[in-house]
């Protein structure tokens, strides 16, 4: 059982920046792709930034590229997800996933955390 808590969501003005944290525990988090997900009152929820077990490889979506970047600490048990230049369509919840596929799907989420861009 996997347990995933995210902090540093905050309200910041546009073009600010927020570090996003996500601590992992009751896994082995070096066999977990971790993602960050998000998702605004009304809407789906999109996927925002991946990054491999190992974090050899990432991606982001691409609305964020160039702002936003996904890294992790496997030796502390945590990714982050770095945002700047915030425009106010960032503004949602933002979830951390931990994914593995094997024989079987495992998929686990946070509690997710609010970030609010607005002047």
């Known amino acids: 059982q996997v347990q995933l808590v995210e902090s540093g969501g905050d309200l910041v003005q546009p073009g600010g920046s927020l570090r996003l944290s996500c601590a992992a525990s009751g896994g082995i988090f070096n066999s977990y792709t971790m993602n960050w997900y998000r998702q605004a009152p009304g809407k789906q929820r999109e996927l925002v930034a991946s990054?491999?077990?190992?974090?050899?490889?990432?991606d982001s979506a691409d609305s964020v590229k160039r702002r936003f970047s996904i890294s992790r600490d496997n030796a502390e048990n945590t990714v982050y997800l770095r945002m700047n230049s915030l425009k106010p369509e960032d503004t949602a919840v933002y979830y951390c996933?931990?994914?593995?596929?094997?024989?079987?799907?495992?998929?686990?989420w946070g509690q997710g955390t609010q970030v609010t861009v607005s002047s």
């Open positions: 996933n931990a994914l593995k596929i094997t024989a079987l799907r495992y998929s686990y």
């Open positions: 990054i491999s077990s190992t974090g050899s490889s990432t």
